[in-house]
C-alpha cells in the first residue's frame, strides 16, 4: 500500500476533524521516517562513542552536528531542490553516509549500493496525483513550491502547485476570464490595472483584450510564473509589452509600490493555503484602498467552494470596514464550483461600457464567448448591495493582522470529507435577500431594471435546479428550468439545459422527453428550437 492510499484509509477510519487529521498525519510520517530517524540516531549515538575514546569530551561532535543541522536547510532548500530536483538532493543524504563508513573496501560497495539505489528510484514525478491517461506536462521544483503542469488527454491542462492545490486550468477558461472582464467592464474607463496572484495567467492575459489597458500582474512562487506560457491560447499571448509580470508577495507589492490603479483584482486564495488568511484582513483591504485612484474598483473574488458561510461572512465584514459601498457579484451560474466577488467602488456604475466595447472587434468577440456582451448580462451577475451584505455579516467577526480568525477557521473545513457547494451557493442567495432595491439604482431605466430583475429571478431559479439536479431529483431541476426559461427570456441557460436533457433522453424515453420539450415550448413559444424537435419527435405543438 502506498503512502497517500494509507492515508486516505486512515481519514476514512478516524472521525472528521483536526485532531483526526493530525493524527492521521503523524500516522503516516511516522511510518516514513520512524525508522530512519531511529538509525540516525544509533548513527550519532555510535559515533559519539567512538570520539570520546579519542577525546575527553563530545564538543566537536555536537558542533559538527549542530553546524549540519544549520547549513542543511539552507544547502537543500536555497541551492539543491531548486537546482538540482528533490530526488537529487535527497540522495545526497545517504551517499553521505555512504562515505563515513571507516573500511576503504566497505565504503566503496556502499557508495556503489547507494548510487545503484538513486539510479533505480523513480524520480518526483510519481508523487504527482494525476489520472492515469493524464501526462505531467512540466514540473518546477523551487524553494518555495514544487509546481505542476498537468495534461488531459483532451489537451486540457491544470496548473497544481505543492501536489495538493489546483490553481485552475484551461477548461475553466471563460470562468478565469471573467474574472478580469467583470469588474473591468464596471469601470467607466480603465487603463491602469492590478492583479493579485496569477495562478495560470488566463485572468492576467484577459487584459490585452482592452484597447490601452496597462496591467501589472504579482505573483508569490516563481516557478508558477514561469508556468503561465503552457495555459495561454498563443505563446506570444504573455510578451505583450503592456503585460508586466512581477515576482512579489502581493501585500508586500501593495505597500511597496508607489502606482496608483483604476482596478485591483484579487485571486482567488484558498483559505487554508498558509498566510492566504492575512490576504481576506482589515489592513490588507486599507492598504489597496490607499493604491486605487478616486474612481477606483477593487474586487476580491472568493472561492464559496472552499469556504464555509461563517468564513464568508468575516470576509464580507472585513472587506465592509474598509469599503462600506461594497457589492456581491456571482462570477458564473456554476454550483460546483461557486465564485463571488466583493467589489468595492466609490463612483457610479457605467452602463454604457459594454456597448463602447462593441466599438473594438476583438474585444466585443471576446466579450461574445464570455457572455458579457450586453448590460443586461452584466448586471444579471449581480448578487446583493451594501445594505443586504451587512445585514448577513452583522455581528461576524472582523479578520485582522493581530486578530487572524481566517487562518484558524479555514483548516476546520479543509478537513470535510463530505461538502455541498450547491446548497451553500443557494443558501447564501436566499440569506442575502432580494437584491432590486440595490440593483434600481444601477439600472436606472425602467424598461432595463425589469429585464435584469426577470433575469436574475430567472438566474437564481435555475441555480437551485441545478442543486436539485446534482442530488438527482431531475424532475424538480427540469421544473426549475423550464420556470427559469419562462421568467425571462434573456436568461438562456435554462433553456439550453432543457435543450440538452431532452436531446439525451429522447433514444431513451422519447415520451419524456416530448413532455420537456413541450413544457419548454408552452415558456417560450418564440423561441424555435424546441418548436423544431417536437416536430422531429413528431409532435408538432
Known sequence: MDVPTFYDHLRAALPESLISVALAEMIVAASVFLLPSMAMGGTFSYLAEKTLARSPN???????NTLGAAVGPLVFGLVAIPNAGLKFALGIIPLGYALLVPRSKIRMIAVILVAATWILLPGTRVLIEHSKTSTIRVLKEGIMASVAVVEEPNGDRVLKVNNRFQMGGTAARIAEERHA???????????RILFLGLGTGITFSTAAYYPHLIADGVELVPEVAQSMNYFQNSPDALSDPRLHVHVSDARRFILTTTNTYHVIVGDLFHPAQDGAGFLYSKEHFLAIKQRLNSVGIFCQWLPLFQMDLETFRIITRTFLEIFPNGEAWMLRFNVDTPVIGLIGREGALDTLAVERSLTNADLHEHLKRVALSDNVRLLGCFVAGPENLRAFSSG????????PVILFRAPLFAVRKSDDPAARLNELIERLGDPSPALSKLAADAAFFSRTEKFIQARNVYLKGLGDETRGRNEEAIAAYVESARLSPDFTSGYAQCITLATALAKISPKEARDILQKLNDAQPERSLARELLKRLQLTP
Open 58 to 64: 563530545l564538543g566537536l561532535s555536537v558542533c559538527l
Open 181 to 191: 472582464d467583470l469588474p473591468l467592464l464596471l469601470h467607466p474607463n480603465p487603463e
Open 396 to 403: 461576524a467577526e472582523v479578520n485582522t493582522d493581530l486578530w
